[in-house]
């Protein structure tokens, strides 16, 4: 269809606009320099494996991960990536251990907290799946995400008033959130 070629060609901009930015920083910037060079160029990578990962590409979000990630492979953002890039694959026990690794350098990671969560709900740990959303909302309390994900969580557990609150506080900062963070 238009959109998805649309997309695909979108994708290949964003891959060519990458390289041209990679050879530009290898090529006058030294690994030891300043790194915010270096930060900004594994943000891009990480947006591009969004990208292949919206238009459901695995191997050119790996390929855009594994760039990000031989600048920063401890990265939470980085192990974050993998994890998406696991489930898009359909390999929800890998994605479990790339978000829990994530966490293990950024414990207030809130995406990794609320793809861990959904992951727990999904293999019926609700308790487990409740409590790490309850923290993300302490983390950030207008992640409407996270408040949809604690709803679905409270609704799974029969505590649909808690679950209705949920969905409504979630609908409320979605008005109120940017389209583009």
């Not at 953002?77 to 898009?88: D, I, K």
């Not at 929800?92 to 950024?106: F, G, H, M, P, V």
């Not at 029969?158 to 949920?166: I, K, L, Q, V």
Request: hydrophobic share 40%; aromatic share 6%; proline share 4%.
């Amino acid at each position: 269809t238009g959109s998805v070629h649309a997309t695909s060609i979108a994708a290949s901009r964003v891959e060519q606009a990458l390289s041209e930015v990679a050879s530009s920083l290898q090529s006058s910037t030294p690994k030891q320099g300043p790194l915010h060079p270096w930060m900004t160029l594994a943000q891009i990578w990480l947006h591009a494996a969004e990208v292949y990962i919206g238009i459901r590409k695995p191997a050119e979000a790996t390929a855009c991960t594994q760039e990000a990630a031989n600048l920063f492979p401890m990265s939470h953002n980085v192990l974050y990536m993998r994890g998406q890039v696991a489930e898009l694959r359909g390999n929800t026990d890998e994605a479990k251990r790339w978000y829990e690794e994530a966490l293990s350098i950024s414990p207030t990671h809130v995406r990794s907290m609320q793809r861990l969560a959904l992951i727990l709900h999904q293999l019926g740990r609700y308790s487990l799946a409740e409590k790490i959303l309850r923290d993300a909302v302490q983390v950030n309390s207008t992640a409407h995400e996270v408040w949809n994900g604690l709803g679905v969580v409270l609704q799974a557990q029969g505590n649909d008033d808690a679950a209705t609150e949920c969905f409504l506080t979630a609908l409320e900062l979605e008005a109120s959130s940017p389209v583009v963070p």
